[in-house]
């Protein structure tokens, strides 16, 4: 019987350990790449494509509707101050600048009228044969007829200027860019019928990325280097203005560098740009893009980077604070000082408190 009581005894003992959740394994020692925090000095240019546009580029249109009946003005043709571009059909604007004309020649008539009436009325006052009040409609006639002249005048002369509106001149010498009408279509007032890069300064325009724009101000000094000069030589320039919202298609923003006055650069032409960011030649923390981690974890919420321990031989997570790039390199602004050491990649596998061995090139 005691024996049968230890058997099962055993066996229950038995059973209990074989149920037991086992032990977890100690997690390894990985051997990682460190590197030492240490101020480095800042190369943040940065070369972009830029196109070479004219300083002014007007999108002329008529002032009035119309059937466009003639644009002798084509791309790439240069023309002068006062030159023909474009031309309406002018029969209905010269029809109304006629009954205007009539109008006030009419109004005319009507002035002269009262006039004569408002003296003969007088005469026939002094005679007795009238009264004031006769005298005084009469006066009132002749002001609103004298009201109704000015206005049919004004009238006429709107007209006239309409009629004139049916020719389309170059406002400045220049070179066509673009026509979007041809000959035969009806455009509506203020459509744009020829475009004209004016003659005069010239200013490089190319887009850079949302991550850049903080770095490209007014007044921002470049260097642009011509595509086609074999010489190499460059220009100075500086940012004249940038965009206030993205392209919305590209989702980039629009620069424009202000070219010397003296830069003779076909309109069109390619050009390369090099932008001296504010940061340039500053001494900054930078590390590797590999080294920072993104973090949604509490207190760590944000940038990390993995702080190597020397006398415990492990690594601590410790959040920071990121100002920018430059180039394949990422600008530290807070967390960090010269000296400690950090884990130069493969952070996304380590846990706080790790044991961690220096790796060493063979």
Request: glycine share 8%.
């Amino acid at each position: 019987m005691k024996t049968t009581l230890i058997v099962c005894v055993l066996a229950s003992t038995a059973a209990l350990a074989a149920c037991a959740r086992p032990e977890p394994a100690p997690e390894p020692v990985r051997s990682v790449k460190l590197l030492t925090v240490g101020p480095s000095v800042l190369n943040a240019n940065s070369e972009y494509a830029g196109e070479v546009r004219a300083r002014v580029e007007s999108r002329l249109g008529f002032r009035v509707g119309g059937k466009l009946v003639e644009r002798p003005a084509e791309v790439g043709q240069r023309v002068k101050a006062g030159q023909l571009l474009a031309r309406l059909d002018a029969q209905d604007l010269a029809l109304s600048g006629q009954a205007a004309q009539a109008a006030a020649t009419a109004a005319l008539t009507q002035r002269d009228l009262a006039r004569a009436d408002l003296e003969r009325f007088k005469g026939l006052l002094a005679q007795g044969f009238v009264s004031q009040a006769e005298i005084d409609r009469r006066q009132a006639a002749l002001e609103a007829a004298e009201a109704s002249l000015r206005q049919a005048r004004a009238h006429s002369a709107v007209q006239g200027n309409q009629a004139g509106y049916a020719r389309l001149l170059a406002d400045a010498p220049g070179v066509v860019t673009a026509v979007p009408a041809d000959p035969g279509q009806v455009v509506q007032a203020g459509s744009p019928v020829v475009v004209l890069a004016q003659d005069g300064e010239r200013d490089v325009v190319f887009a850079v990325p949302e991550d850049r724009l903080a770095l490209v101000r007014p007044g921002t000094r470049a260097r642009v280097r011509p595509w086609a000069h074999a010489d190499g030589k460059e220009l100075e320039a500086t940012v004249r203005e940038v965009a206030a919202s993205a392209d919305p298609a590209t989702r980039t923003y629009q620069v424009k560098l202000a070219l010397p006055a003296d830069a003779k650069l076909p309109l069109g032409a390619t050009a390369y740009v090099t932008l001296a960011t504010a940061h340039t030649g500053q001494a900054a923390i930078t590390l590797p893009t590999t080294a920072v981690m993104q973090s949604a974890e509490g207190d760590r919420r944000g940038s990390v980077v993995w702080v190597f321990d020397e006398d415990k031989g492990t690594v601590q997570p410790r959040p920071v604070q990121v100002a920018g790039a430059d180039g394949n390199r990422v600008v530290i602004a807070g967390g960090l000082e010269p000296g400690d050491e950090v884990v130069a990649t493969g952070g996304h596998v380590l846990s706080a408190g790790q044991k961690v061995v220096r790796f060493v090139a063979q």
